[in-house]
């Protein structure tokens, strides 16, 4: 199964280190749920959904960097595929996010697919972004319009053999 999994550069340096990242872990995929609401709104293909999970996985990425104030403000998401029995389909409540998945086991860098990160230039975008998005996930509008600002900025796309070194460029 495919994942976006939300991170900042910390949390990224920590997997450089460890070689694999810690468990439980956070991530969101397609899922039942998520293809369902995607779909309220006429039909999506692959590419699309998988689109929409990686959107997710970069707004949690700004609920990480409001809890670390201290880290770069630049969103990160980690892209792996991972057996399907690692992931817990978590969707099924209001609890949880359409797409939200757990990983009940640490994810290995071999596992990695892709790394998605904002440039430097989207740092002001995502500061704000990260300073509203409780807000923003609690309904307020003008906290989802600064939100909306970062979110339409594209995340760059970086081999997983570039990690340390895209990391530690951006740290």
Do not use: K, N
């Amino acid at each position: 199964m495919r994942v976006y999994i939300p991170a900042t550069l910390h949390l990224v340096a920590g997997l450089v280190a460890a070689g694999q990242t810690t468990a439980p872990v956070g991530a969101y995929a397609v899922t039942a749920a998520l293809r369902y609401w995607v779909e309220q709104d006429g039909p999506a293909d692959d590419e699309e959904l998988e689109l929409v999970a990686l959107g997710e996985a970069a707004r949690a990425s700004l609920r990480l960097l409001a809890l670390q104030p201290d880290t770069p403000r630049c969103r990160v998401v980690l892209a792996a595929d991972v057996p399907d029995p690692v992931a817990r389909v978590e969707d099924h409540s209001d609890l949880f996010e359409p797409g939200q998945v757990t990983l009940t086991t640490p994810v290995p860098q071999p596992w990695l697919r892709a790394v998605h990160i904002d440039e430097a230039a989207a740092a002001d975008d995502v500061a704000a972004a990260a300073a509203a998005v409780t807000e923003a996930d609690d309904g307020d509008a003008a906290a989802e319009s600064v939100v909306g600002l970062a979110a339409a900025r594209e995340l760059l796309w970086y081999a997983p053999a570039e990690l340390a070194s895209v990391t530690a460029t951006l740290s």
